[in-house]
C-alpha cells in the first residue's frame, strides 16, 4: 500500500486509511493525536491486546461492544470482575470472545490500580516513555522501538498482560507518543500541532 492516499477531500492521507471505510474518521481524528486520560489510555491498550491475531477493523466495528461490555473501561470496576462476570463476557457475541484476553483486561485493571497509587495516573507513567527525537524512525517503517521495547517489559515486570512490544507500539503510534503519520499525509501536520499543544502528566 503506497504510504498516501488522496481522501474524500482530495488531501493526501496515510495509505492504511483507504483500507477501509470506516478508517477515515478514526485516521483524522483519533490517531496519532495526544490522550492524556486515564481511562482512554487503558481502553486503547485493552483494545490493542484483544486485537492480537486479529484485524484493527474488527476491533473498531466492536468497540461500542467493548465499551459496554466493560463499563467504559472504568479500571476500578473492572478490577472488582469476578468469574461470573468472565462468563458473561464469554456469552458477549459483541465483542471477542477470547478467555485469556477477557482474563487479562481484568487482571491488568487491577496492575493498573496499584500503578496508579504509585504514579498519580496512567498518563503520567505512560508519558513518561515517549521518545525522544533521536529515537524515531521514519513513519511506519517499525512495529516495534526501543521504547516500546521498555515499556512492554516494564508492564510485564509489574504483572500486566497482552502487553508485548509490538501491541505497545500500535498503542504509542494511536495515542500520539509517536506521530506516525506518514509524511505528505495531511494530519501529520495536525498531529504535531496537537502535540505542541498538549501539556504532558506528571
Known amino acids: 500500500m503506497s504510504a498516501t492516499v488522496p481522501g474524500p477531500d482530495g488531501q493526501p492521507r496515510c495509505g492504511w486509511c483507504a483500507a477501509a471505510p470506516e478508517f477515515l474518521a478514526y485516521h483524522d481524528r483519533e490517531w496519532g493525536f495526544p490522550v492524556g486520560e486515564d481511562r482512554r489510555l487503558f481502553e486503547k491498550l485493552c483494545l490493542e491486546g484483544f486485537q492480537s491475531g486479529l484485524s484493527w477493523r474488527t476491533i473498531l466495528a466492536k468497540r461500542e461492544n467493548f465499551r459496554a461490555a466493560f463499563h467504559a473501561f472504568d479500571f476500578e470496576r473492572i478490577a472488582a470482575f469476578t468469574e461470573a462476570d468472565v462468563e458473561r463476557l464469554l456469552g458477549d457475541a459483541g465483542i471477542v470472545r477470547h478467555r485469556g484476553k477477557i482474563a487479562a483486561v481484568i487482571n491488568n485493571a487491577k496492575r493498573l490500580k496499584e500503578l496508579v497509587s504509585e504514579c ?83
Open 120 to 202: 498519580g495516573s496512567f498518563a503520567a507513567y505512560i508519558w513518561g516513555f515517549e521518545p525522544g527525537p533521536g529515537e524515531l524512525t521514519p513513519p511506519q517503517t517499525a512495529s516495534t522501538s526501543p521504547a516500546s521495547i521498555a515499556l512492554s517489559k516494564d508492564l510485564k515486570k509489574r504483572g500486566w498482560r497482552f502487553v508485548g512490544p509490538t501491541t505497545v507500539y500500535a498503542f504509542m503510534q494511536a495515542m500520539g507518543l509517536i506521530n506516525d503519520h506518514a509524511e505528505g499525509c495531511v494530519v501529520r501536520e495536525e498531529a504535531a500541532r496537537a502535540r505542541q499543544a498538549f501539556t504532558v502528566p506528571v
